[in-house]
């Protein structure tokens, strides 16, 4: 029974689906299973946090299982959303009808595309790694592959990393610097990468120039299918859901920095280089994103063997309520501040 806890993952698209099909109040059916039920939950439940901090037995059967968990995710993301995106672009809503959707597909991006993306990208073979481009291109975030890969998990905790938020930095700025920053880091990597295989940029191995080819492709399939009130509404989904991603990398990580050797070069990334959740219900429904120190620390880990990091920095609630805290400035810092270990060489703003 402990492995099919992951099957909880699914509520929130169920709760998508839920937001699409209703009126009224009920439209905001995913934003309020997400930051107003699964918050209460994990307070609830607070003292089964150290429920399964062993890693699962591994077996060819179990891990087959835990893999098709995850591209099970493929057509309920996008069963989901083209049907949300119908919905929106044929129907006579309200205008909190319209908001309530939109925002509920957007989390429905950020949490069961985005996240799901991001665990299949560190996998090592073509098939999966594939699964996890398309899950991005909705996102329009298909560069997250690169960045994220290539930069962010050298650069974590320094400041070459725009992924990783400072002491003292609003959230609202964050997501000005890491979204534009993260999109010049991708090229400079993609340029690298053509170099070290003697390529131009034109090359049929420029993956930049795939990630725009296809995902004006999406757009343009989404104009020709269901018209320009769509297209208004995919980019609008489309944004959330990075914007979300870029709130959860915002608490994974920050006033955090890895130590600058004499030699110029930065420490290894150990585990209290990331802020460590084990709230039980954020956990599952994000396929332990929220153990995020051991993620760091050997990435090649798949979600189900990832354990939790007690000497890690750990972060006071959830990811859920988190998100909400980082969104309120002065209450993030006076919560957060005082808990960020004070041997960090952080680089404070002004």
């Known amino acids: 029974m402990n492995d099919l806890k992951y099957l909880f993952a699914y509520?929130?698209?169920?709760?998508?689906?839920?937001?699409?099909?209703s009126n009224g109040i009920f439209a905001f059916t995913a934003?309020?299973?997400?930051?107003?039920?699964i918050?209460?939950?994990?307070l609830l439940l607070k003292d089964m946090e150290g429920i399964s901090n062993s890693p699962v037995e591994s077996s060819s059967i179990k891990n087959a299982f835990f893999d098709l968990l995850l591209y099970l995710n493929i057509p309920f993301v996008f069963g989901v959303l083209g049907y949300g995106l119908f919905v929106l672009s044929t129907s006579a809503l309200l205008l909190h009808e319209y908001i309530g959707i939109t925002l509920s597909l957007g989390i429905l991006l950020a949490t069961n595309a985005i996240n799901v993306a991001h665990e299949l990208g560190?996998?090592?073979?073509?098939?999966?790694r594939s699964l996890s481009k398309?899950?991005?291109?909705?996102?329009?975030y298909m560069h997250f592959y690169l960045e994220h890969n290539f930069g962010h998990h050298k650069n974590v905790a320094t400041p070459l990393d725009p992924a990783t938020a400072k002491l003292n930095q609003y959230l609202y700025h964050f997501w000005l610097t890491s979204v534009t920053q993260q999109y010049f880091n991708a090229w400079r990597i993609q340029t690298a990468i053509l170099k070290q295989h003697n390529k131009g940029f034109f090359s049929i191995k420029n993956d930049m120039l795939w990630y725009i080819l296809f995902q004006s492709l999406?757009?343009?399939?989404?104009?020709v299918l269901l018209g320009w009130n769509a297209l208004f509404f995919a980019v609008c989904i489309g944004l959330m859901s990075f914007l979300f991603l870029e709130t959860i990398n915002y608490i994974e990580h920050y006033g955090l920095q890895r130590k600058q050797l004499a030699s110029g070069r930065y420490e290894r990334v150990q585990t209290h280089h990331s802020w460590n959740?084990?709230?039980?219900?954020?956990?599952?429904?994000?396929?332990?994103?929220t153990r995020h120190s051991d993620h760091h620390f050997k990435s090649s880990k798949k979600y189900q063997q990832l354990t939790h990091k007690p000497e890690s920095p750990q972060l006071p609630f959830g990811y859920p309520t988190s998100i909400l805290l980082a969104m309120v400035p002065p209450l993030w810092f006076y919560v957060m501040n005082a808990r960020v270990p004070k041997n960090e060489p952080m680089e404070v703003l002004a």
């Open 39 to 42: 918050p209460l939950l994990e």
């Open 11 to 21: 509520t929130v698209p169920l709760a998508a689906l839920v937001s699409v099909l």
């Open 277 to 289: 959740s084990n709230h039980i219900i954020g956990r599952i429904v994000l396929y332990e994103l």
């Open 218 to 223: 999406y757009l343009s399939f989404i104009v």
């Open 31 to 37: 934003p309020l299973y997400t930051f107003l039920l």
């Open 122 to 128: 560190h996998r090592t073979s073509l098939f999966e």
């Open 134 to 140: 398309l899950l991005l291109l909705p996102c329009l």
